[in-house]
């Protein structure tokens, strides 16, 4: 089945830019969904279709994906980015959602 | 605003039955599928199957099949997931969703649930 690879962290310090990454076979095919997962909290959208960024979600946090691996890009971190971010594409082998492994952001 | 509210905490017994909810405002339920994520303690987000409440059409994640159901109550804009043996196993959070259906390869989801948490122990 199609595997979706994540670092298991990050880490940067406040004011930088942190890069997490999402690797898988032909994912430059696939459109990629990022979501963001603070400590004790229910995840939170924040791209959607590679780059596509829901109302509410600071332009701080930007999708690329130019290849193989697509990437989320917080710019400017802040303390409160510190969380769990998972990305999630289509497994086109067995025709379902399928999430990355999650990569934990911490900030410095 | 769009809401999805889900039932409390539940502490079960392995064997025991359980149905947990999701009860959705500030859209129309009948026109957006509905899904319910786990997590399993420590560990990463896995979709279970998702329910077009307008007529209860279900899609589950194979790994999941037969050992839950999901259906729902238009009447009510609730969305439900049912165990009819819990196992030990079953022990984690699960999250109801809004899932955004952008063509049948390009779903996401969009509004999450806070979670319930589903303790199973002897």
Redesign the interface.
């Known amino acids: 089945s199609y595997v979706v690879t994540q670092e298991p962290s990050v880490s940067v310090a406040p004011g930088q830019t942190a890069t997490i990454r999402c690797g898988g076979n032909n994912i430059e095919t696939k459109s990629v969904h990022w979501y963001q997962q603070k400590p004790g909290q229910a995840p939170v959208l924040v791209v959607h279709d590679d780059t596509d960024r829901p109302s509410g979600i600071p332009e701080r946090f930007s999708g690329v994906k130019s290849g193989d691996p697509a990437t989320l890009t917080i710019r400017r971190v802040e303390a409160g980015d510190e969380a769990d971010y998972y990305c999630q594409v289509w497994d086109s082998d067995n025709g379902q959602p399928i999430f990355g492994g999650g990569t934990t952001l911490t900030v410095l | 605003e769009v809401q999805l509210v889900q039932s409390g905490a539940e502490v079960k017994k392995p064997g025991e039955s359980l149905k947990i909810s999701c009860q959705v405002s500030g859209y129309v339920f009948t026109a957006y599928w509905t899904g319910w994520?786990r997590q399993m303690p420590g560990k990463?987000?896995?979709?279970m199957g998702i329910i077009f409440p307008r007529d209860s059409e279900t899609?589950y994640?194979?790994s999941f099949q037969g050992q839950v159901t999901i259906s729902a109550d238009k009447s009510i804009a609730t969305a439900y997931l049912q165990w009819d043996s819990l196992k030990a196993s079953d022990t984690a959070i699960y999250?109801c969703v809004r899932v955004?259906r952008?063509h049948l390869?390009?779903?996401?989801?969009?509004?999450?649930?806070?979670?319930t948490l589903v303790s199973v122990s002897s």
Do not use: A, H, K, T
């Open positions: 994520v990463g987000l896995e979709w899609q994640n194979p999250y955004i952008r390869s390009n779903w996401y989801f969009d509004i999450w649930g806070r979670g």
